[in-house]
């Protein structure tokens, strides 16, 4: 199993960025994915998730109206696209995946996100 981040970086407050997260190993199709986050210091928040068929999300209040999960299932890949970004949102993010009952649960690696002017 293999979950690998990407398009992390540096970028100014009110700039964009869009994480990826490339599947492997694993039926992608069955698993809830989410992107989770965490700051030094802070405990690791769960920013939003997807269902396995992509038609119901859910976001963290923090983020509501600024960042937007979606997946393709085709290409085993989620995204985060994150919009207005802030320097609260500076964090390393992170991929999971979940299954039914939380039978299995799968970890990226984790992709840091930088808002600085």
């Known amino acids: 199993v293999q979950l690998v981040e990407s398009g992390g970086g540096l970028v100014q407050p009110g700039g964009s960025l869009r994480l990826s997260c490339a599947a492997s190993g694993f039926t992608f199709s069955r698993y809830v994915m989410n992107w989770y986050r965490q700051a030094p210091g802070n405990e690791r928040e769960l920013v939003a998730s997807i269902s396995g068929t992509g038609s119901s999300t859910n976001y963290a209040d923090s983020v509501k109206g600024r960042f937007t999960i979606s997946r393709d299932n085709a290409k085993n890949t989620v995204y985060l696209q994150m919009n207005s970004l802030k320097p609260e949102d500076t964090a390393v993010y992170y991929c999971?995946?979940?299954?039914?009952?939380?039978?299995?649960?799968?970890w990226g690696q984790g992709t840091q996100v930088t808002v600085s002017s």
């Open positions: 999971n995946a979940r299954s039914a009952y939380n039978k299995y649960n799968y």
